[in-house]
């Protein structure tokens, strides 16, 4: 069956190092999002593409960077990471003019 | 800016309907959509409104009034497992983006 996953699940990091997050889809779908998640503010977009070599800015993309090489994946980096950057992190998937998103499971992040 | 409200709880006891509402307020807005969250899991779709009026999906029906930036979603016959939050997102804009509500946590008790 066509998924979604998110690695790591679970990350530990310190201030200032820089961190990876791995998104893979199996769906083929153009569309690709990140999302982090916070308590009192909902899911805020972090970055999107909407194909090969497309990136754009979301909400909160400060200190944040995503590069899209194919179609199944769109990492999220962290160039230095801060505590402030705690959260649990989400990506997400669509079709080409879809309204309909697909999560990941989430990879929560502790940056200490 | 974008911005949705809805209420941060709602308590409902089992078998029973419960409503939770949304307004927005958002520039290029073309629809409302809904989205499920059980604690520590991922969101996941339940309902889109791109036109006024009520959308039935089984127990969940979804309500849209456009000209009131208002929305809704009625969830009927309730049960335990409906326990979760549950975010109302605009599709809007020239890049038509997502833009959540800070989510409803809806608590069924027996």
């Known amino acids: 069956d066509a998924e979604i996953t998110q690695s790591p699940r679970h990350k530990i990091t310190e201030t200032g190092r820089q961190v990876t997050l791995a998104c893979h889809q199996t769906?083929?779908?153009?569309?690709m999002f990140w999302y982090r998640q916070d308590l009192g503010h909902g899911l805020r977009l972090i970055h999107y593409s909407y194909g090969v070599q497309d990136t754009n800015k979301g909400e909160v993309s400060d200190g944040y960077s995503v590069s899209r090489s194919n179609t199944e994946d769109l990492p999220l980096t962290l160039e230095s990471a801060a505590s402030s950057q705690t959260s649990v992190y989400f990506c997400?998937?669509?079709?080409?003019?879809?309204?309909?998103?697909?999560f990941g499971p989430g990879t929560r992040l502790t940056v200490l | 800016g974008q911005s949705l409200e809805q209420p941060s709880e709602v308590t409902a006891v089992e078998g029973a309907i419960v409503q939770i509402n949304c307004t927005y307020q958002?520039?290029?807005?073309?629809?409302l959509s809904w989205y499920q969250q059980h604690d520590g899991g991922a969101p996941t779709f339940l309902s889109y409104?791109?036109?006024?009026g009520l959308e039935e999906t089984g127990r969940f029906s979804s309500f849209l009034s456009r000209s009131d930036s208002y929305g809704y979603l009625l969830l009927q016959e309730l049960q335990m497992k409906d326990s979760a939050s549950y975010f109302c997102?605009?599709?809007?804009?020239?890049?038509?983006?997502?833009?959540f509500g800070s989510g409803t946590q809806l608590t069924v008790l027996p």
């Open positions: 997102a605009a599709y809007s804009g020239s890049a038509r983006q997502l833009t």
């Open positions: 769906w083929n779908h153009n569309n």
């Open positions: 997400a998937s669509s079709e080409q003019d879809s309204d309909t998103q697909y």
């Open positions: 409104n791109a036109l006024d």
């Open positions: 958002t520039s290029g807005f073309y629809g």
